[in-house]
């Protein structure tokens, strides 16, 4: 692996080097020779890449080819100013389709399958990220995209789907909405394996959907700038995620120093590709939070594992000087029997920072003092700060139907 890596690096290094201009001027800047980056050990010598990057040169000034050699353009979504647009050739799409092929089939999904599709087709790369891998392994798709779950779920029993994808938060909507529907989720429906990404989950998320359904529920993660889903999968082990580091070399680096660490320890993932042709990223910093560790998998594959996402840098809630990931909220409260599966964080301020958790629960239990104290004392046990907890009547809170979760309402000014 680590032979494979250095030939892609010093071919990928010289490549970005020669063909956009960005990557000229910082490493002109730094005073580096691309031809000085010939080992695995000279890679902590390249500049990062960082998202503003990517939109300074908005629409398409990191470019390595001419734009009519271009197969297709994405853009993600963005929450200010101008999106982030991606670009590919046809061969990156056949490395993106091979991949995604190999993704799926690290959870067992075999041709012979059908996969219910319920990422959103459009700018969204999981539609058609999930889709081409599903034509890469053989496997047949139902392109369902994302929302009106009455049909999702009529599809799911008649068409026999055994896959489905989507977002963790909208298959914990699911739960509830079948039941509603009036299907029983293991004998009407044929599910086997489920993939969830595009959004951090917990382990209790994963238990709760796999004794719903029945199905084996895997975490799968990547990001629009890197082709889109597909860079990491969990195997069957559902034991870290593997990392497809023969096209994806990752790093983990001290967010606020910049400094490399050692693998085994936390920090925000860093990832080079190797082979891209349209867009070369060198160590883009994605933001996300997490830990690559090195030891072998029983599953046999040789490729490094990252733990579950801990929340992207930009998700943290930083309440009275105490970091909170929404993750770990919903861990504490997937913990406690008898609430449903919705819930929504809000922030405040009133002198001070005030964190304050909806919860949804049966009418019976709306004012259970009990269930309240014990939502708030095992909050404390996990962040250190008081958590003010409200609950609230089942149905009444928001749902995923198109997409990530809204949990989080910030109300403080901004300044
Ligand atoms: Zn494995």
């Not at 695995?40 to 629409?59: E, G, H, I, Q, S």
């Not at 700060?385 to 928001?398: A, K, Q, Y």
Request: proline share 4%; aromatic share 8%; glycine share 8%.
């Amino acid at each position: 692996m680590a032979r494979i890596q250095e030939s892609k690096l010093r071919k990928i290094v010289r490549y970005a080097y020669r063909n956009v201009s960005l990557y000229r001027k910082r490493f002109d800047e730094a005073h580096i020779k691309p031809e000085s980056i010939r080992s695995l050990d000279d890679l902590a010598k390249v500049p990062f890449t960082v998202k503003t990057d990517l939109r300074d040169n908005y629409p398409l000034g990191l470019l390595a080819v001419p734009a009519n050699r271009l197969y297709c353009l994405y853009a993600s979504s963005g929450t200010t100013g101008k999106p982030i647009v991606v670009a590919y050739t046809r061969r990156d799409l056949d490395r993106w389709a091979r991949l995604m092929g190999r993704t799926l089939d690290a959870t067992g999904v075999r041709k012979g399958d059908i996969i219910q599709n319920m990422y959103g087709y459009g700018l969204f790369t999981g539609g058609l990220g999930i889709h081409y891998g599903a034509r890469a392994l053989g496997a047949t798709v139902v392109p369902a995209s994302s929302g009106n779950t009455k049909r999702q779920l009529m599809l799911m029993k008649d068409l026999q789907t055994t896959v489905v994808t989507c977002t963790p938060s909208y298959m914990v909507y699911l739960i509830e909405a079948s039941k509603a529907e009036g299907y029983d989720a293991k004998t009407d429906l044929t599910l086997k394996i489920g993939i969830f990404g595009a959004e951090p989950w917990s382990e209790e998320a994963r238990k709760r959907i796999q004794d719903a359904f029945g199905l084996r529920a895997y975490d799968i993660f990547g990001m629009s700038e890197l082709y889109g889903p597909g860079v990491g999968i969990e195997c069957e082990q559902q034991d870290g995620l593997h990392v497809w580091e023969d096209e994806f070399l990752t790093e983990t680096i001290n967010p606020s120093t910049g400094e490399v660490v050692e693998p085994g320890k936390e920090g925000e993932l860093v990832f080079t590709m190797l082979s891209r042709e349209a867009m070369p990223l060198l160590r883009y910093r994605s933001r996300d939070l997490s830990t690559l560790y090195e030891e072998e998998c029983t599953c046999g594959r040789y490729h490094n594992r990252i733990k579950r996402i801990k929340g992207r840098s930009d998700d943290m809630l930083i309440i009275g000087g105490v970091n909170v990931f929404p993750s770990q909220v919903e861990h504490v409260l997937m913990n406690i029997r008898d609430l449903g599966d919705q819930y929504q964080i809000i922030v405040s301020h009133k002198e001070l920072d005030r964190l304050g958790i909806k919860v949804e629960v049966p009418a019976n239990r709306l004012n259970d003092v009990n269930l309240m104290k014990r939502i708030r004392d095992d909050l404390f046990a996990v962040l250190s700060i008081h958590v003010e907890v409200e609950l609230v009547e089942w149905g009444t809170l928001p749902r995923s139907e198109v997409g990530k979760a809204l949990r989080v309402v910030d109300l403080r000014p901004k300044e």
